[in-house]
């Protein structure tokens, strides 16, 4: 199983870098990278109480390589990867994992998936506000199906964005 998921990697790299030269563009984006933390600002669902359990681990080291973007993301160690979109002001990443033993609503739980989606704005270049879906996925046992959505805020070293007079 571990080599099947290797291969799909594999693939998924191969065909990235196929599109990448399209997606590679001179515009400015002004989002630094490097290290941000999320901090949660809103929850629009927590089915199974995830926040307290994951929100430790709200931690994103961004890498911006013209449009593409990609993100380690502490939450099981999952690698994002996504774009800028036209506007140049706003990206999104997804990620992955496969058979992740974790603990959810005080129960062990073996899942066959965990994944992750971001939509972000930049504010400036040390912030960006967003909103994140992680979802737990096992087809053994329903209760350990869950869902998190919440609106953050992603500061770079405690330099929120200066407010304007």
Do not use: K
């Not at 941000?36 to 927590?46: A, H, I, K, Q």
């Not at 502490?74 to 690698?79: A, R, S």
């Not at 062990?108 to 994140?132: I, K, M, W």
């Amino acid at each position: 199983m571990v080599r099947a998921v290797s291969t799909l990697r594999r693939l998924c790299l191969a065909a990235l870098a196929l599109t990448a030269p399209s997606l590679a563009g001179c515009l400015p984006y002004s989002q630094n990278q490097g290290e941000y933390t999320l901090t949660p600002v809103e929850v629009l669902r927590d089915e199974c109480n995830l926040l307290p359990e994951v929100v430790g681990a709200f931690q994103l080291s961004l890498q911006i390589s013209g449009r593409v973007v990609r993100a380690d993301f502490g939450v099981q160690d999952m690698q994002l990867l996504g774009y800028f979109l036209e506007d140049g002001e706003a990206f999104t990443a997804d990620g992955s994992v496969a058979n992740v033993s974790t603990t959810t609503t005080g129960e062990e739980c073996l899942l066959d998936q965990v994944r992750l989606h971001l939509d972000a704005t930049t504010q400036c270049p040390t912030q960006f506000n967003g909103q994140l879906r992680l979802a737990y996925d096992s087809n053994g046992v329903a209760r350990c199906n869950c869902e998190l959505w919440v609106r953050f805020e992603g500061v770079q070293g405690n330099t929120r964005c200066e407010e304007s007079p």
